[in-house]
């Protein structure tokens, strides 16, 4: 037989396609909503996070900062303004303590001075006022910006003047909200923002000076791979300096980010995986019911490349009407999200429709599409034109374990198509995770599991074969027979059971780790939060205190104390603190640092490595953050001596801690067991949620009641933090909400795919004298027990995948009891109703309809 041509073999798979809608209804669906799902998922996130790095980068006021405690040489300062050749924008901002006074007082006031650039401070973000006026505005003409407190103290109003070191300047305004109050300095004493160009007018700034510096850095372009690489440019030029980027502002702002892109990158593939279950579950009932046909063509003279080459044709084309449909789907999903957001939040992500999205989705479409439908179409070269006569009735004749190895053995392209398969995915799961690490481990993940869901499903059913021979006569005919339906020739269900099995394992595992990541989420966006801090508490004022703030208006939860005790590193791991090679830590922050005690973990601090002390346990045992342990080269086991007093501490490393910002305890980076600081000089410091609106008052009782105690208000800041981070749990939960309906959609149309299969045995039951309902009978106890079957085997992997994902995370996992039996009622329900859906038509097929068609 001549070679049949490309253009032949497609006019033949369109007209097989055209003549089969119904059917193949199923394949576009299954890719048009991976695709949806990939490209509508991936694009808003891609948007969402554009927008949420944009309100982190306002928690630092710049894309980069470098803090010192020492003014810069004349060497770094040419080095730093050499960066402006590059584009990137810099602007300084000095903070140091100072003493105010009225202008008709002489009470002096300990204050914390704050000079920047009025014109470029800050890159990102706004400095909020009452009067309601610019920066700039409110610093001409020897203006200031002062805190609500200064005005309470110094019984001042706006508008009145006030004289700071040389210097006088007016009160201008009152300065609610500052976009780097958190990343900023906590200097004690209320707040005075002045210009740098009337710095030195104060006379503060003086050889020997206490000054801190920070440098603020804003880049031209958006790419994190351009603020690592300023960052190490800065670290070369101040070696002495802390530098952290937008990601490092706030504990609690980074994991959101860093968690939350993990799980969005999940989603986006479990999605693909997901459009590829539902393709090859669909492909291949579609081929099975076309071996007929393909005998036929055979036995006429075709040979297997002819037929192959009609059958690929006829999935890529079913690829690109998915995927082109998914696209159009994913993008309308794009659109709708942030109109929600705008209703729930008043926040809007800016629209980013990427042409680059959109090929990659409909590539993916196709490419999935075309892979996972190799094994069926390799099936091809085997079928031989006395099929027609067999009709597959060897199949399952063998042991499943047995039957597999022979047909591996008898089929090596299958196992190069299996290969292909695997390749395939780790390159586009690549891809969409922008990591070849992930990309490979994903891919790797994936055949493994799939493989343990073959082989657990496989002994499942073997052992339900088992029981069903032991007990057949004793249950009802209904259950004996829809049982052994799961056995016929031709129906492939451990294949069947390690594809439902997968999709509910990716679908549970996406929820399950959604709802660990938003259960963390939520106890960091609690409305009783500490947003208001308190310094220099003495012990004998504790008590009252504490009292105090319970009767206080305005004020919510627990207040919360923590004992400080200022310390000194004397050296580390026998080397003494002066000869320590440290990079980018200030060696004078070694030499003024404060500890704490605590004999439980402290709230809102988590273990990242080792094992804090259990409650009582006595020792010079040590615990820090991991951020500052890794600057100053410390790991688990290293020995730090601390000079306390008169005296020392030699404390072991035992456990890495991560502060989530959010309390009390945030605010010391080593703790030790009460026991090791018995006796030392202690004050204390405290944290309390207090209504914005009730700040100012508590502000004005502390002072009259506790002069000394200073009152640090960042509640204006923390709440917006807390409105980052409860926009980053809306979006979690509405991508995987929408990713689990997606994959739903998907295995439904899988089960729905099986419908034709069913054509022939509803005809034989019907020609023997069954009954619609007995029929109906039969085929519910075969989808309920294939939904149970598929339940178990999937959420009992989805458990130990979701485990593995959280401790990735860092985040606790608890079993999920109810989620779990809720999730298998669902498989089993989903199954049933999914299949008499798509099934239902089949009862009303008349046995001649369908036996002259043979």
Known sequence: MAALRWSTAARIATRELHSSKGKFLFVVLSVAVGVAALTGVRGFAASFKQTLLVRARSILAADLAARMFAQP?????????????????????????????????????????????PAAYPFYGKVELQPAMTLQDAMAHEGAVVGEDLLIRLKLKTGDSIRLGDATFHVSAVVVSEPDRLSGSFAAGPRVLISQSELDETGLIAPGSRAGQR??????VKEDKAVAKLKSRVEDILPEAQVSDYRETNPGVTMALDRSTSLLSLVSLVALVLGAV????????????????IAIMKSLGAQSGHVLRIYFLETALLGIAGGIAGVLLGVGVQMIMPLLLVKMLGVAPDLHLSVRTMLAGLATGVVTTVLFTLPPLLDIRKVRPALILRRGMEENSENWWRGGLKKLRAAPMQVIAALGILA??????????????????????????????????????????????????????????????????????????????????????????QSAFVRDLKVSTRPDLPNVFLIDIATNEVENLRALLKKQVGVHGETELVPVVSSRILSVDGVNAADLKLKNFPRRALASLQITWSDTLPVGTTVVKGQFWKSGEKGPLLAMEEGRAKRLGLKLGSRVVFGVGDGSVDATLIALVKPDGQHAFSRADYILPPAALVGAPVVWYGGVHVDLDKVGELQRTMFAKYPTVTVINVAQALENLRGILLQVTLVIEFLAAFSIFAGLVI???????????????????????????????IFSVEFAMLGMVAGVVGIVFANFVARAILKQMILPWELPWRASLVALGLTAVLTVGTGWAASFRVLGKKPLEVLREE
């Not at 060497?75 to 810099?90: F, H, M, T």
């Not at 492909?283 to 071996?291: A, I, S």
């Not at 795919?753 to 005809?763: D, H, S």
């Open 215 to 220: 440098f603020l850095f804003k880049l031209p």
């Open 73 to 117: 040489s004349e060497k770094q300062e040419k080095a730093i303004d050499a960066l402006a050749s590059d584009g990137v924008s810099v602007t300084p901002v000095t903070e140091m303590s100072g003493m105010a006074t009225a202008a008709n007082s002489f009470d002096p006031l300990l204050v914390a001075v704050k000079a920047i650039d």
């Open 278 to 293: 539902g393709v090859a579950m669909a492909m291949r009932t579609h081929l099975l019911e076309r071996m007929d046909s």
């Open 424 to 513: 395939g995915l780790a390159l586009i799961a690549t891809v969409l995770s922008d990591s070849r690490q992930v990309g490979i481990v994903f891919t790797i993940g994936l055949a493994a599991v799939l493989l343990v869901l073959i082989v657990a499903s496989a002994l499942l059913l073997s052992m339900l074969r088992t029981f069903l021979r032991s007990a057949g006569m004793k249950l009802p005919p209904v259950v004996r027979h829809g049982l052994a339906n799961l056995y016929r020739p031709g129906n492939p269900s451990a294949s069947l059971l390690a594809a439902l099995g997968l999709g509910v394992m990716l679908i549970v595992a996406v929820y399950l780790v």
């Open 747 to 777: 295995l439904a149309s899988s089960i729905a795919g099986t419908r034709y299969r069913r054509i022939r045995e509803v005809v034989v039951l019907k020609t023997l004298g069954g009954t619609r309902r007995r029929i109906a009978a």
